[in-house]
């Protein structure tokens, strides 16, 4: 009886163990089944980055499998809101599978991620997923940073954005260009400056104009600025925008110009003769022009004049209301030497004068007698000869 029952307790035991060795080997193989089917990583070589509101961006995209070749389902799992994304193969179509082959071949797909123009500063994550038919699965993590200002934007500014002098002033602006990104840029130069004006761009140091400059990354240049305004331009503020354009990037600077107030004031004749012809004791008429050469209105311009004694020199308008900037005025002076006068060249000073400013100008007049007195004076020598002739007939017998 004891040894029945001892011989069944061990063929159960037998069979227990026996049990559990199947087992473990059923354990054992799935294992190594799993073990031989491997696992997919998903990955991409810069999964963090700096964007800004507005950008669209794409991420390539690399699949590796460790196991047996596979195809896995690839999807955007999270976004954040308001963005809008797919993932594309190497046609640019989008697609929602993709074959992963065995070992070390790997197979790549591009996300496209746009993010809105209101998009917040901030830190955004955007999730991937991919999953294999043979059980296998992976995710990606993206991770943003949204800035208003990227980080490989440039910079053109000037020190002294601002500066004055009078109309007639070559301004000269010392300003910097700065090609921030990791790719040379070749920058176009341009300025919207008003009607008239010239703009012209030097690297620092040198003569030569230029209307673009290509930079190596990172990389600053120097410029000279010249800003030459119209001679009689108006006082006043005037803004001259400047731009450097390049294909990644439009950098604005603007600079400012104040005109402050010149007066100048030209007094000369329509053909630019400062001599005339003028016969003793008699009235000979001259056209003056004034001319406003300063960028203000000149008021109550008064003519004078500086002449030989007993000359009279009047003028039609001895004074001037006002003038216009770049306006010319003519008056008539008139012009009459002393009765007097011997024959020969006289100096005539004229002036145009107001409080703000005049201009003189010297004439030479040649003056001649006039031809009556030429008879006088014969008749006078015939009239003395005669009477010497007189007296010598009546006398000259005794």
């Known amino acids: 009886m004891n040894r029945n029952l001892l011989s069944l307790s061990k063929t159960r035991h037998i069979k227990a163990m026996a049990a559990g060795a199947v087992m473990a080997a059923m354990m054992a193989g799935f294992s190594m089944t799993a073990y031989a089917d491997g696992g997919l990583d998903m990955h991409t070589d810069y999964p963090g980055t700096?964007?800004?509101?507005?950008?669209?961006?794409?991420?390539?995209?690399?699949?590796?499998?460790?196991?047996?070749?596979?195809?896995?389902?690839?999807?955007?799992?999270?976004?954040?809101?308001?963005?809008?994304?797919?993932?594309?193969?190497?046609?640019?179509?989008?697609?929602?599978?993709?074959?992963?082959?065995?070992?070390?071949?790997?197979?790549?797909?591009?996300?496209?991620?746009?993010?809105?123009?209101?998009?917040?500063?901030?830190?955004?994550?955007?999730?991937?997923?991919?999953?294999?038919?043979?059980?296998?699965?992976?995710?990606?993590?993206?991770?943003?940073d949204v800035d208003q200002l990227e980080v490989s934007q440039g910079d053109f500014s000037s020190e002294y954005p601002e500066q004055e002098g009078s109309s007639g002033t070559s301004f000269s602006f010392n300003?910097?260009?700065?090609?921030?990104?990791?790719?040379?840029?070749?920058?176009?130069?341009?300025?919207?400056?008003?009607?008239?004006?010239?703009?012209?761009?030097?690297?620092?140091?040198?003569?030569?104009?230029?209307?673009?400059?290509?930079?190596?990354?990172?990389?600053?240049?120097?410029?000279?600025?010249?800003?030459?305004?119209?001679?009689?331009?108006?006082?006043?503020?005037?803004?001259?925008?400047?731009?450097?354009?390049?294909?990644?990037?439009?950098?604005?600077?603007?600079?400012?110009?104040?005109?402050?107030?010149?007066?100048d004031l030209a007094l000369s004749t329509p053909d630019g003769r400062l001599s005339f012809d003028a016969t003793a004791g008699k009235e000979t008429d001259l056209t003056l022009t004034v001319t406003n050469n300063s960028n203000v209105a000149v008021q109550n311009i008064n003519l004078l004049s500086s002449s030989p004694s007993g000359w009279n020199v009047s003028f039609d308008t001895p004074t001037i209301d006002v003038i216009e900037p770049g306006a010319t005025v003519e008056i008539s002076a008139h012009v009459s030497p002393s009765s007097e006068a011997l024959t020969g060249d006289y100096a005539l000073t004229i002036t145009a004068s107001s409080s703000e400013v005049s201009d003189s100008a010297d004439f030479r007049v040649a003056v001649e007698t006039s031809v009556l007195w030429g008879f006088v004076a014969v008749a006078i020598i015939i009239a003395l000869l005669a009477g010497i002739g007189y007296i010598f007939r009546k006398y000259g017998r005794r």
């Open 50 to 144: 700096t964007a800004k509101a507005g950008d669209s961006l794409t991420f390539s995209i690399d699949l590796d499998n460790s196991g047996s070749a596979c195809d896995a389902a690839i999807s955007l799992e999270s976004l954040p809101d308001g963005w809008e994304g797919y993932i594309s193969g190497s046609s640019s179509n989008p697609i929602t599978r993709i074959h992963v082959p065995a070992g070390s071949d790997s197979a790549s797909a591009t996300l496209h991620l746009d993010i809105p123009a209101d998009t917040a500063d901030g830190s955004y994550q955007v999730v991937l997923s991919a999953q294999g038919d043979n059980a296998s699965s992976d995710t990606l993590t993206l991770y943003l």
């Open 175 to 263: 300003a910097t260009l700065i090609n921030n990104s990791t790719e040379e840029q070749s920058y176009s130069l341009s300025a919207n400056a008003p009607e008239g004006w010239q703009v012209a761009f030097k690297p620092s140091g040198e003569a030569t104009q230029v209307a673009s400059i290509t930079l190596e990354p990172t990389v600053s240049q120097g410029l000279t600025i010249t800003v030459t305004p119209p001679n009689n331009v108006s006082a006043g503020d005037y803004t001259i925008p400047c731009s450097a354009i390049s294909a990644g990037e439009a950098l604005d600077m603007e600079l400012s110009v104040t005109i402050t107030e010149n007066y």
